[in-house]
């Protein structure tokens, strides 16, 4: 399946899209490119950090709220999209934890309207969320926790660096909330560096092996995580990522998110030598 077929055929607008990675490190940018160049509107995101791909979805007004811990370019500063909608009010945001995340990932799971969490109590939480709600443990412990909803995704989006044609998926580096998402979302598209033979998949070391089952689209696009990292590939791409923070973001788009094709936009981010320069 084709980069373009995927994204028409399995997002819509209104959608909750999962994005895999964390900051930096293999987020789906190929993926988010396409979904801006398709003009998809009204998306919630998840994810656990946000960066580079939040902020540019944020500019193309594909977004209309947001599920994360933090979003923001790391050493590099803040994420100005993301910034300017915050302080317009024009996106909403579910303030989330790493494990109001996890758990409401796993709470889809095993299809319970919410799990139980004791981290949060005590906190401003309450204050900002409307849908999570302090509850006695019902079996009589008397013990405090609070009940924090299920995450339904639509749409999981997800790079790896090696996939079989039927889906199988190999992590080798951090997986973060990518297998949850996978098995928890009612789609997922995966791009991956490699398309290799599912012997192969079997025997790769790594930290996660995604089953086919939980993928629905898979799609060969080699550097599709550029400019962030792909463990054990090549690491983020800092020039393209100032560049970014440097240029109006619709000049950004035009040049960089509207190229006719995925080796055109290669080229265009610095062809062979910006290759060089990241291969780890």
């Not at 790391?74 to 996890?102: C, D, H, L, Q, W």
């Not at 969320?129 to 443990?137: E, F, M, Y």
């Not at 020039?239 to 788009?253: D, G, P, V």
């Amino acid at each position: 399946m084709t980069l373009e077929e995927a994204i028409a055929e399995h997002v819509q607008n209104g959608d909750l899209i999962g994005i895999g990675g964390l900051s930096f490190w293999r987020k789906p940018i190929g993926l988010c490119r396409e979904i801006i160049r398709q003009n998809k509107k009204d998306l919630t995101l998840c994810t656990f950090v946000g960066g580079i791909e939040v902020d540019m979805l944020i500019g193309a007004n594909c977004i209309s709220e947001i599920k994360a811990c933090f979003v923001g370019m790391e050493i590099f500063g803040m994420a100005p999209n993301y910034r300017k909608a915050i302080e317009s009010g024009s996106i909403k945001v579910s303030e989330e934890s790493e494990a109001t995340i996890a758990l409401g990932l796993r709470a889809s799971y095993l299809k319970v309207p919410f799990m139980p969490l004791k981290g949060i109590i005590g906190t401003d939480f309450p204050k900002v969320r409307n849908d999570i709600k302090q509850i006695v443990d019902p079996l009589g412990s008397d013990v405090q926790v609070m009940a924090v909803p299920k995450i339904d995704l639509d749409v999981a989006i997800l790079h790896v660096p090696y996939a079989d044609e039927y889906g199988n998926c190999n992590i080798s580096g951090a997986v973060w909330m990518d297998d949850d998402m996978a098995k928890t979302a009612k789609k997922t598209i995966v791009t991956t560096e490699r398309i290799v033979e599912t012997e192969d998949i079997r025997y790769l070391p790594g930290k996660a092996q995604l089953p086919q089952q939980t993928t629905t689209a898979v799609v060969k696009l080699p550097f599709g995580a550029h400019p962030t990292s792909c463990y054990d590939k090549y690491t983020f791409d800092a020039s393209h990522i100032q560049a970014y923070l440097n240029m109006n973001f619709e000049e950004y788009k035009k040049k960089f998110i509207h190229s006719k094709s995925h080796a055109e936009y290669l080229d265009i981010a610095g062809g062979s030598r910006m290759i060089l320069d990241i291969l780890l």
